[in-house]
């Protein structure tokens, strides 16, 4: 005959005491580390660049990136504004065919916008880390790292 689990709760006392702690240490065997979010989250979202593999941002030219929806990216590279087609699959990200708009950036403003395109060209996977989201990029030792503004 099959001993069901209530009958032998009702048998042994002690079980019941013990189911507590049983269901809190599964729940903390699970383990922890970046949040995960599925790739469908970053839709809406809207984040400003931090740092851009290692270096430093200028604070007066903003890089932006926002997932206005499904399938779409646009933002500001630091001096002009960019859009075109991302693709999320998990933890996976590739932005493809990007255009943007075609005023004069000199200086450490052009150099900027240059080398934040270009590593989003080179973004291999990303992580959210509460308000922060990370891309891996190709050739690049260091992360892009973003701050989210929106929502």
Same mark, same amino acid.
């Given at each position: ?9 009702? *048998? @042994?006392?002690?079980? @019941? ?10 729940? &903390? ?17 809207? @984040? ?30 630091? &001096? ?48 959210? *880390? ?17 701050? *989210?503004?929106?929502?």
């Amino acid at each position: 005959m099959p001993l069901h689990f209530s009958a032998a709760l009702g *048998r @042994w006392p002690l079980a @019941w005491l013990l189911l507590p702690l049983f269901t809190v240490l599964t729940a &903390c065997a699970i383990p922890a580390g970046p949040t995960a979010l599925p790739a469908r989250s970053l839709v809406g979202t809207e @984040w400003r660049l931090e740092n851009l593999a290692g270096g430093g941002v200028l604070d007066r030219a903003q890089a932006t990136l926002v997932f206005p929806e499904p399938g779409r990216v646009a933002g500001s590279g630091s &001096c002009n504004r960019f859009f075109g087609s991302v693709t999320l699959e998990q933890d996976r990200i590739g932005f493809g065919q990007m255009g943007a708009t075609r005023m004069t950036c000199i200086g450490a403003v052009g150099d900027q916008e240059n080398r934040y395109l270009a590593a989003l060209q080179q973004a291999e996977r990303f992580e959210v *880390r509460g308000t922060t989201l990370l891309i891996h990029a190709r050739g690049m030792d260091q992360l892009l790292r973003f701050i *989210r503004t929106k929502p």
